[in-house]
């Protein structure tokens, strides 16, 4: 894996971790020493090495470094269209399909918690519409950090933007320091926990996978192994969503067939 194979610097500092249980070969090199460099200018730290000694030293660099690895630029409603196909096609499809036993969809790479607040949102408003419905969110993150502050629910208006007013007094209740706490409701929906996608087991027989704008920072072999990993947790058919840059090519095609290719989202084969 090239993460490994590069500066010396950057080689002891992916040895440190590793031995910590955690393995960053799985990323691109350029993406590793870019959040590697986060931390070398927050403690003021001019080169790898130095780093390096400094994990030795000080146990608290250690989570503070993995922090960096959680990918946290979202948003409610990222890509309005996207959601807007996705709830208008896909969940009825997939109510259908589960019945009474409701569907299981897992938010692989959540952050801090707005992607899986979003189907929380669109299952509320579901339930309303389709009889029976019935769904409950898996959400997952690399980063303790994240799945903290996505548990505790609370949002600036900014992340908030492309909430429309109704759903924002439906499903939210303004804060005096002009956040935005979400429901219980919603709440009660999801089960958030720490999960490292390399390594972790993954949820089995879900209905759909949303993994955007995550996979793109991984090498073409880890990205390989995670998909098979998703092709494996989902059901015969179930539904696998990338990000507006991403794409199943190659290898992976064979794993999943396209369904709607400008909104990224794939379906499972039947291997």
């Known amino acids: 894996m090239a993460a490994a194979s590069g500066d010396p610097g950057t080689s002891m500092v992916v040895e440190r971790v590793l031995a910590r249980g955690v393995d960053l070969r799985q990323y691109k090199e350029n993406f590793l020493k870019r959040r590697l460099d986060i931390r070398l200018k927050a403690r003021g730290i001019s080169d790898y090495s130095q780093y390096a000694r400094l994990l030795d ?44 036993g409701g569907i299981r969809v897992w938010s692989a790479g959540c952050a801090s918690g707005e992607e899986a607040y979003t189907l929380a949102i669109m299952f509320a408003e579901a339930a309303e519409s389709l009889a029976g419905f019935k769904g409950r969110i898996i959400a997952t993150d690399f980063s303790s950090k994240a799945i903290e502050a996505a548990r505790l629910g609370r949002y600036d208006a900014a992340r908030l933007a492309n909430v429309p007013e109704d759903i924002l007094a439906k499903h939210f209740t303004r804060l005096p320091n002009g956040r935005h706490q979400v429901s219980e409701r919603l709440r009660s929906m999801i089960d958030f926990d720490i999960g490292n996608l390399a390594t972790m087991s993954a949820p089995q027989q879900v209905d759909a996978i949303f993994c ?10 880890m990205q390989l192994k995670i998909l098979t990993k998703f092709h494996k947790s989902l059901k015969d058919g179930g539904y696998f969503i990338l990000g507006q840059s991403e794409a199943v090519m190659g290898e992976s095609s064979a794993l999943f067939e396209t369904v709607m290719p400008k909104e990224r989202i794939y379906r499972k084969r039947r291997l």
Do not use: C
Not at 59 to 70: D, V
Not at 71 to 96: G, K, W
């Open 212 to 221: 955007r704008n995550v996979l793109m920072y991984f090498d073409k072999d």
């Open 57 to 100: 030293s000080d146990p608290s660099e250690f989570h503070l470094l993995l922090a960096t690895f959680s990918i946290n630029v979202t948003e409610f409603f990222r890509d309005v269209d996207f959601y807007n196909a996705f709830y208008s096609h896909i969940i009825p499809d997939m109510h259908l399909e589960a019945g009474q």
